[in-house]
């Protein structure tokens, strides 16, 4: 059984910095397009930053040069390093698997984790 399991969230000052991780277990991690996506309350799960198992990346606008992600097939692993976190930043942070990569959208991955919270003090 897959299972995604997301870490790292917590609650930092505006300016400051996060590394999420995301481990995926009972799947080929390394054949798989990977994907942090987040949803603030009452608004809809967006994409935040993909990359591929050929290292492609895709990071949403309003993250670029700030989070950097990145995957370790060895560990199974992926991660998103987020600096110069704003207090908009703030949300429910997830990591989601996908097999068929068509872009960084939540209808293209299969296999979720439950979430990792985000809090951004101003």
């Known amino acids: 059984q897959v299972q995604v399991v997301e870490s790292g969230g917590g609650l930092v000052q505006a300016g400051g910095s996060l590394r999420l991780s995301c481990t995926a277990s009972?799947?080929?991690?390394?054949?798989?397009?990977m994907g942090w996506f987040r949803q603030a309350p009452g608004k809809e799960r967006e994409g935040v930053s993909c990359?591929?198992?050929?290292?492609?990346?895709y990071y949403a606008d309003s993250v670029k040069g700030r989070f950097t992600i990145s995957r370790d097939n060895h560990k199974n692993t992926m991660y998103l390093q987020m600096n110069s976190l704003k207090p908009e930043d703030t949300a429910m942070y997830y990591c989601?698997?996908?097999?068929?990569?068509?872009?960084?959208?939540?209808?293209?991955?299969?296999?979720w984790g439950q979430g990792t919270q985000v809090t951004i003090s101003s």
């Open positions: 990359i591929t198992w050929t290292g492609s990346l």
């Open positions: 989601a698997a996908g097999l068929f990569y068509r872009g960084c959208y939540r209808d293209n991955f299969n296999y």
């Open positions: 009972a799947l080929t991690f390394d054949r798989y397009a």
